[in-house]
């Protein structure tokens, strides 16, 4: 059965919702859980290479509800990690309308939150901030491959308008006028490629509420140490994040800028030495030595990384030390080249005044 005829399926069952496990829910399920991501994981879209520059693996869910029926199925395209689960993170995803007239290809983020005790739709504020976000970054793609603005499904049921708000962009089929399996196949790849855009920018830290990816490392990296097994237990998967050239790339191209601000900001006799000392260079100014710290992010400016041993050498430098920060540095789309970025230099750098948060602490027990 080719998965137009599933779809048409599914869209005609939607006449018989129930909330129960009838027949026609029965079959559903089959239909949205088993038979359609197992044909769309066959799909271009499916693969790595539909998502670039996001270089992660990529899964196929279906989903009509735990215990009672939704009145609105899904099958989803995503990211094990950035969107572990429907309620988390961005995807590409099929809602079959409540009423059985279409369905919609959709570029969507998870709607709702887990309180403990039901899922509550995001706030309308949070929502909208992840779409302004969302559209900007990929607006213009979305319109090239016919996609609109929204999703209208059709239902005031209160999922179905939490799904609406935090649904980026779609592609509406009519019942009646489904396409072949080739056209879907192209909708949902050039679909993925936008989600790609999304995943790119979410590992360089620039989607809202998101940490630096040298955080976010760190952080893993930390958990791995005190939780063996931890990196198992959440799926990572091959390509997430920034490689370890990647990296040094950003650090590289961060501390050549740093060295022509120095020169071109009355310092002399600048020393690179990142690799004996708990800084990056010791330079002059106005007769007197100059620690500075120097760090690179594909991020926003906002948030960095620091080791104890930089903590303390600034501490005792001050007012002697400076910060460069080079942010929003770009990754060309091979990966091997780092460009661009914008510089913040903090002088007489003072971490009594910054908001110093500890990722882990040594415990003494005795």
């Not at 992840?130 to 209160?158: C, F, N, P, Q, Y």
């Not at 959440?234 to 590289?252: D, H, I, K, N």
Request: glycine share 8%.
């Amino acid at each position: 059965m080719s998965v137009r005829e599933m779809f048409g399926e599914v869209l005609a069952l939607q006449l018989e919702h129930s909330s129960l496990n009838t027949p026609a829910m029965v079959r559903r399920g089959q239909l949205i859980r088993d038979e359609i991501p197992a044909e769309i994981r066959n799909w271009r879209a499916a693969s790595s290479n539909a998502a670039l520059p996001f270089k992660g693996r990529l899964n196929v869910q279906g989903r009509d509800g735990t215990g009672l029926k939704t009145f609105v199925p899904w099958v989803r395209i995503h990211s094990p990690e950035l969107s572990p689960s429907a309620q988390s993170g961005w995807y590409v995803v099929y809602l079959f309308l409540q009423d059985g007239s279409g369905v919609a290809l959709c570029l969507s983020h998870g709607s709702t939150r887990f309180d403990g005790g039901d899922f509550k739709p995001r706030s309308a504020a949070e929502a909208a901030e992840l779409m302004t976000w969302g559209r900007g970054l990929v607006g213009k793609a979305a319109a090239s491959i016919g996609m609109r603005v929204g999703v209208d499904l059709r239902s005031h049921e209160k999922l179905s308008r939490a799904y609406e708000a935090t649904t980026a962009f779609s592609k509406f089929y009519d019942a009646n006028a489904l396409p072949n399996d080739e056209q879907l196949a192209a909708d949902a790849a050039a679909a993925v490629a936008l989600l790609g855009e999304l995943y790119r920018a979410l590992e360089l830290g620039r989607a809202p509420a998101t940490e630096p990816p040298e955080i976010v490392e760190a952080e893993l990296a930390l958990e791995d140490v005190s939780r063996p097994g931890a990196a198992k237990s959440r799926g990572a998967g091959q390509g997430y994040g920034l490689t370890a050239a990647e990296r040094l790339l950003v650090e590289t191209h961060a501390m050549s800028l740093a060295l022509t601000w120095l020169s071109a900001n009355g310092f002399s006799n600048i020393r690179d030495v990142h690799k004996t000392h708990p800084c990056d260079f010791v330079a002059a100014k106005s007769g007197v030595d100059h620690h500075i710290e120097v760090k690179g992010t594909t991020a926003g400016f906002g948030k960095i990384l620091l080791t104890a041993n930089e903590v303390q050498l600034h501490r005792r430098c001050h007012p002697y030390n400076v910060l460069i920060v080079v942010h929003d540095i770009e990754l060309h789309e091979l990966r091997n080249q780092a460009m661009g970025g914008k510089i913040t230099t903090l002088e007489a750098w003072d971490l009594a005044e910054s908001n110093l948060q500890p990722l882990s602490y040594v415990c003494r027990l005795s």
